[in-house]
């Protein structure tokens, strides 16, 4: 008994997600992607000498 009725909330469950991707509606959002890393250029007019220990400044 316990089975048919696993077996038919299982059916009622697939049927309206099938009813409901006809509409356009996605049970399974996506995730939102990763933050893309972005290489910034070196200050070409800082000494090459000097070793930066903070956070360098903008150029």
């Known amino acids: 008994?316990?089975?048919l009725l696993d077996m038919l909330a299982?059916?009622?469950a697939m049927l309206a997600a099938a009813a409901l991707s006809q509409f356009g509606?996605?049970?399974h959002a996506p995730r939102h992607a990763e933050r893309e890393i972005q290489r910034?250029?070196?200050c070409k007019e800082?000494?090459?000498?000097?070793?930066?220990?903070?956070?360098p400044s903008d150029c």
């Not at 800082?46 to 956070?55: F, Y």
């Open 1 to 3: 008994m316990q089975m």
């Open 10 to 12: 299982g059916l009622i």
């Open 25 to 27: 509606v996605d049970l």
């Open 40 to 42: 910034v250029q070196d």
């Open 46 to 55: 800082a000494p090459a000498s000097t070793i930066a220990v903070a956070a």
